[in-house]
């Protein structure tokens, strides 16, 4: 079957990247990462605990999150 399809740039990248560590054609290296890719096995979603109380740190607030994490890591330096 031939067919045109657009590709995102990030997809033909990793196509590309392919290509070169295999020495493969565009179209062997498709076939073969399709194929591969639809005998997957779905995975199955991954049920997360929920816990109680409330969160120590508003993850939202990305410039909080990392002065703490940086005041940790100094800390944890500053151990013998």
């Not at 290509?19 to 399709?34: P, Q, V």
């Not at 940086?70 to 500053?78: G, H, I, N, P, V």
């Amino acid at each position: 079957m031939r067919t045109t399809v657009t590709l995102d740039p990030d997809v033909e990248a990793l196509i590309e990247a392919e290509r070169a560590r295999t020495g493969e054609s565009f179209k062997d290296a498709i076939n073969r990462l399709l194929r591969r890719a639809a005998r997957r096995e779905p995975t199955a979603s991954v049920e997360l605990p929920r816990l109680e109380g409330r969160p120590l740190l508003d993850v939202r607030d990305v410039s909080t999150l990392l002065t703490v994490l940086d005041e940790e890591r100094r800390a944890q330096r500053a151990l013998p």
